[in-house]
């Protein structure tokens, strides 16, 4: 019997093998020749780049937004090529690609016996950037993930994820599982720029457009009191990274529940947006965020 998704993973496969030959810091050479595929022969999801991109910098010419275009397809194939090297390699090595200036942001509440929601996004590489707090902090990170609908690709990510000992939450057990990470004590990762359902999301705004985003992890910030951090990993000139990170104000918020759960979604979208705008190629465009 043809099994799409066994074929799709084939082909995956193949494409990872190639892109993991030689060390890590050769990835960008594969990621130059997948960048040149994308955008000339296999233009994945372009449309969709064409209109985030306009619609987040008018003031672009089209000449601009193609070169936007362009440098995020490579963004995006260097990211997961790089996800393709995290089984072999070394922690030290993941210690060695990413920095953090002010990392003692989160270790200060884990030291105070409190769990941490960090909120991070698709950014610069957001995998390497769980696996290398994996590696920092003093105590395990849940990550809160969304299995592919690919369950062969769903594996290998978890076997990606899972090189520092990280632990994933799925969909599904995520809020009695996070309920216990919270009791727990533990760093919990949340990638919170996804678009959400018309019907239930909190609508905020993003590059000056309504745009619907998920409650979850606000509503369950103000419920247990567990402090938020926005963690964002940018892809540096140099080909490593830098965390930045900002702790959320939750304490100092107006209003009903659902409004204060705003107030907290745009804090956050704010802070998103003004890393897009140091780095507009490093996030995930092909996301249509503004489906709605």
Known sequence: MFNKNKLEYILFTIVIKFVTLGKIDKARNAAKVL??????????????LLKNFNIAFPEKNAKEINELIYANYFSSALTLCEIAHLKKTTKDEIKSLVSCKNEFIINDILDEGKAVLLLTAHFGNWELGAVYFGTKLNKTVHELVKPQRNPYVTKWLSEMRSVTGNIEIPLGISIREIMKAIKGGFPIGVVGDQRAPKKSGIIVKFFGKDTFTFAGTAAIALKTNTPIVAV??????????????EKIDIENLSGTDEEKIKQINQKYMDILEKQIRLHPEQWFWMHNIWKH
């Open 35 to 48: 960048a040149w595929l994308l955008y000339y022969i296999f233009p994945i999801r372009k449309k969709v």
């Open 232 to 245: 964002i990993v940018a892809r540096n000139d140099d080909f490593k990274y830098e965390g930045f990170l």
